[in-house]
């Protein structure tokens, strides 16, 4: 069970540069989120999508763009990274209509430099 | 909309001593309330979960005890391991079509 798997787990960028985070899930959930985690922060939501085809703002969505690509699939686009989103960022998905909690990747370290 | 606090942010506690970590939610509508456990390095793995139709729940080592009335619950650790060393997230959650909501985590550290 590979459960939610996302690549890459480093990544180093330069300011202005873009890059996609990729997520993958494979326990037919519909639900997808995508967080970032800062040192004393906590968990941040940054984008979720409820559903293939819909996505929705968290409270930290500036810089970032998502997209659903299928029920599988919930990508991270950074267009222009900037120093303030170097983070890690975490990926999860749960199946709505049951209570459980959310399944998490392992993440993915990005330094934006 | 809901808000969950933790406290304490940070715990140290003996091998083999309780640990206590203890939450509050704003919501009185949350009725599901999961905990993780983050090792380093690694995502959030829930490690108990319970509802709010239940007072207080056990697996092994760890509990999870809710007031509903005082909108607290809490994670309970016996027995601590040096494994147990993690960030600790309790969540409130008011319907399984509602997004989890997560506190601001609890490093804990179990000194051997």
């Known amino acids: 069970n590979a459960g939610v798997t996302q690549t890459p787990k480093f990544q180093v960028l330069k300011t202005g540069q873009s890059m996609t985070l990729q997520c993958a899930q494979d326990?037919?959930?519909?639900?997808m989120y995508w967080y970032r985690q800062d040192p004393g922060m906590g968990l941040r939501l940054i984008y979720y999508s409820a559903s293939e085809g819909t996505t929705d703002k968290g409270e930290v969505p500036n810089g970032y763009n998502v997209s659903r690509l299928n029920k599988r699939e919930f990508s991270l686009r950074l267009e222009s990274a900037a120093p303030s989103q170097t983070s890690v960022y975490f990926c999860?998905?749960?199946?709505?209509?049951?209570?459980?909690?959310?399944?998490f990747g392992s993440g993915t370290r990005l330094t934006v430099v | 909309g809901e808000n969950v606090e933790q406290h304490p942010s940070t715990l140290s506690v003996q091998e083999g001593d309780s640990a206590v970590i203890k939450c509050t939610y704003s919501d009185s509508a949350s009725n599901y309330f999961p905990w993780y456990k983050q090792e380093l390095g690694k995502g959030p793995q829930l490690i108990i979960d319970i509802r709010s139709n239940v007072g207080e729940k056990k697996d092994q080592r760890i509990a999870v005890t809710l007031n509903k009335t005082a909108k607290h619950f809490s994670l309970h650790i016996t027995e601590t391991q040096p494994e147990d060393s993690a960030v600790y997230f309790c969540a409130a959650r008011k319907t399984s079509y509602d997004k989890v909501i997560f506190g601001p985590g609890t490093s804990l550290s179990v000194i051997p």
């Open positions: 999860a998905s749960s199946d709505e209509g049951i209570y459980r909690g959310y399944t």
């Open positions: 326990m037919n959930h519909n639900s």
